[in-house]
DNA sequence: TTACAGATAGAA
DNA sequence: TCTATCTGTAAC
């Protein structure tokens, strides 16, 4: 299964989050491969989105983020736990996909609903963020034949400072699915 | 130098 | 269901 083109990202992060609903996260580490199944992700649409970081413009932490798509945006949240975030759009645009939860597929023995848990159970830290997701090692692939999904749209988690950002539905999961953060 | 980010684990 | 915790980041 080769991973996603370039081209896959280089659109609108919102149709981006969609369709990366049901798609497989692969991490090749040294001895394994751990896959997991994107069941929840959240989009963030740059630097008038008040919700996403980029929102305060460009810096040492949020430089990725302002590249070219199909790269890893990993960042510390509390100093604690790592979320992973995919670039989309065209360079500049600063867009990203947060990816939220994930249905265990291979080698995940730990829980990975919630964005923390998700990087814990895939060992992605810090060490992958500006990574390329075209690469070989970790990426995003499509299931050889997809079930077909219901998805549902819902105000964002945790972005109530926003304002209308707040409002907006740019979260997607997978209906009914039992490994997505909060039904 | 210091306030803040909002998810997680564990207690109640 | 509620609360303590934790540290890198960026504004001060």
Avoid at 70 to 78: N, Q, R, S
Avoid at 88 to 108: D, M, N
Avoid at 135 to 144: D, H, M, P, V
Avoid at 149 to 154: K, M, N, Q, T
């Amino acid at each position: 299964m080769p991973a996603l083109p370039r081209e896959f990202y280089d659109r609108d992060t919102t149709l981006v989050a969609r369709e990366l609903l049901g798609k497989l996260l692969v991490h090749r580490l040294g001895d394994e491969t751990r896959i997991g199944r994107i069941v929840e992700t959240e989009a963030y649409l740059g630097p008038h989105d008040l919700a996403a970081h980029s929102a305060r413009g460009l810096t040492e932490r949020t430089r990725v983020m302002f590249g070219p798509p199909g790269h890893a945006y990993v960042y510390l949240i509390y100093g604690m736990h790592h979320c992973f975030n995919v670039v989309t759009q065209a360079e500049g645009h600063a867009s990203a996909v947060l990816i939220r939860a994930l249905e265990p597929v291979q080698s995940l023995s730990l829980r990975a609903q919630g964005p923390g848990l998700l990087c814990k159970a895939m060992a992605i830290d810090r060490s992958h963020n500006g990574v390329d997701l075209c690469g070989a090692s970790l990426y995003i692939t499509a299931e050889q034949n997809p079930p077909p999904l219901r998805i549902v749209r819902r105000p964002r988690i945790g972005v109530d400072y926003a304002g209308v950002w707040a409002r907006r539905l740019l979260r997607f999961y997978i209906a009914r699915n039992p490994h997505v953060s909060k039904p």
